[in-house]
């Protein structure tokens, strides 16, 4: 989406709530009114990695320890046994039939996570199973 010209361009974060279900509520500094909120409504924010707290993006590995992975095009994969923190990015240790699989923990690859139904949907990249 092409940036809101009329609308807050920067601003601090002072408070983010989890609503459920991937949504969050995120109160910045430079959003006082009800007109600019419905400017950002639908925008994405920008954030540089070097501002974000320790540990933000870190997921928590009892978190989604025994979770089920299901591939869109493969099915069923296997369940998580531990999320796996090498530095560049997480990685999901997956074990299944086909033995043990490591999954970049990435939104290109792993697409849905439904904690009601403690499942992983994933689409892996050609020749990820091949090995």
Known sequence: MPPVLDAPRMGTVEDVTYLGDDAYLVMF?????????????????????????????????EALAGYRVCDEKHGFI????????NGAQQLVA?????????V??????????????????TRLPEGLLDC
């Open 94 to 102: 997956i074990d299944g039939e086909a033995g043990d699989v490591l």
């Open 29 to 61: 500094d430079s959003v006082d009114t009800i007109d600019r909120a419905e400017a950002l409504a639908g925008c994405s924010c920008l954030v540089r990695r070097a501002d974000l707290p320790e540990g933000f993006d870190v997921v928590a590995q």
């Open 78 to 85: 296997g369940t998580v046994r531990e999320i796996i923190d």
């Open 104 to 121: 970049p923990l990435v939104d290109a690859i792993v697409v849905a996570v439904d904690e009601d139904a403690r499942t992983l949907t």
